[in-house]
Every structure is written in C-alpha cells, then in structure tokens.
C-alpha cells in the first residue's frame, strides 16, 4: 500500500501573481476616506449625548453616513483584484458586499427615519465582514507566498 504524503510542497510564488497589478491610489483613498466617513456618520449620534430623543438629533450624520457608503462602494467597485489567487479574488469579493450592506444601512436611515435597529444592524453586519477580510486578506497573501495556497 502506498501512503499519502501529508507534507506540502513548498514553491516559491511571485507577488505580483499573488497581488496582482496595482490599482489606481485613487480608489484606495476613496475607500479610506469612505469608511472614515461611514465612523463619522455612526458616532455623531453616539457622541451628541445632548440629545435625548432619536429624532432630535440632526439629520446631517444621515448625509454623512450615505455619502461615506456610496464613496465606499463605489472604490470597492472599480478597484477590482486582477491577480491569480481565487481565494483572495473571493475575499476582495466579500469586501465588496461590506460596502453593499453599509449602503443598505445608508437607504433604511432614509426609510425608515425613527427605527435605529436596521440601519445599525447592517452596519454591524458590514464591519464585521470587513473586520474578518482585513485579517483574511494579508494571511492569505502570506500563505501564497509561501506555496501553501493554490
């Protein structure tokens, strides 16, 4: 009987095939820019202690949190990965429906105005994919680099 090797071979991988070419600056500051937009828009209400009632609170956080959802989906959009490694072709894919549900947070603070739980609840849902693919992300290539991904 022959025995399965359970040992990987190790070969060395390029980082350009790994990383793919370089998207344009823009689209990474847009992300950035985005996201730090879509912080702003979460903790004015949080931090407008002032105000007691939801509903007294100004409305201008909305437009901030929108704009921040619509920039950052819109990066997430045209800055599409071109490298060779489908795991981290899905994890750029998964970083896209972050932007999705934080644009999904964005329309339901316009709809319906007076009920917070929706619009927190994908923004949550959308930080929490965020915060798993920006782990992901880098350990993958790493991984990559060393042979240990397909």
Request: no cysteine; net charge positive.
């Amino acid at each position: 009987m022959k025995e399965k090797s359970t040992k990987k071979s190790t070969v060395k991988v390029n980082l350009d095939d790994v990383t793919g070419p370089k998207s344009h600056p823009l689209w990474n500051v847009a992300a950035i820019l985005g996201m730090l937009l879509i912080a702003a828009g979460v903790l004015i209400p949080i931090l407008s202690a002032r105000y007691t009632i939801y509903r007294d609170i100004p409305s201008t956080f909305k437009y901030i949190y929108a704009a921040g959802a619509l920039l950052l989906l819109v990066s997430r959009l045209f800055n599409v990965y071109k490298g060779k490694i489908l795991r981290i072709k899905r994890l750029h894919r998964i970083e896209t429906w972050s932007a999705i549900f934080f644009s999904a947070g964005a329309f339901f603070l316009f709809y319906e105005p007076d009920i917070t739980r929706n619009w927190i609840a994908f923004t949550l849902a959308g930080a929490a994919i965020q915060l798993y693919v920006s782990f992901m992300i880098p350990r993958t290539i790493r991984k990559a680099l060393n042979g240990e991904v397909e």
